[in-house]
């Protein structure tokens, strides 16, 4: 009997876990970039350039991909508590890239708009996408 409660609540558990994982597709309108020179030191961020671009956030898959002209794959390792402010808040991922380099990603969502930032913080460059929701 204590078996099959133990079962029942497995279920139950892991159908919680599925109802709570979706997808997130974003459209992006510019990227700027800051880059790292040899003695370690970051360039000022560029002008913010047209991008038109898709970033999904899938957490079935624990990735985030941006599609552009070269496809961006993002596996995540973790998810930080997000932080929140008077600003807006910060959605915060452990993530590594497709040569297997870690880096971390950051959603940032500003208080009173729909416009959301995705920053890509890897050892040598610094990107940053402004992004918009768009639901499926």
Not at 47 to 55: E, Q, R
Not at 118 to 129: A, G
Request: net charge positive.
């Amino acid at each position: 009997m204590r078996f099959l409660r133990n079962i029942s609540v497995l279920v139950l558990l892991f159908i919680g876990l599925n109802a709570a994982a979706q997808t997130y597709r974003f459209e992006t309108s510019g990227v700027s970039m800051s880059i790292k020179n040899a003695k370690g030191k970051w360039s000022p961020y560029s002008d913010f350039k047209d991008a038109k671009i898709v970033v999904t956030l899938d957490t079935n898959k624990d990735r985030i991909v941006v599609y552009s002209e070269v496809v961006q794959l993002y596996t995540i390792l973790g998810y930080d508590d997000p932080k929140t402010s008077e600003e807006g808040s910060i959605d915060t991922f452990q993530c590594a890239n497709v040569d297997g380099d870690k880096c971390v990603l950051a959603i940032r969502s500003l208080k009173g708009t729909d416009v959301k930032q995705l920053y890509i913080y890897e050892d040598s460059r610094v990107l940053i996408y402004n992004m918009k929701y768009v639901k499926l």
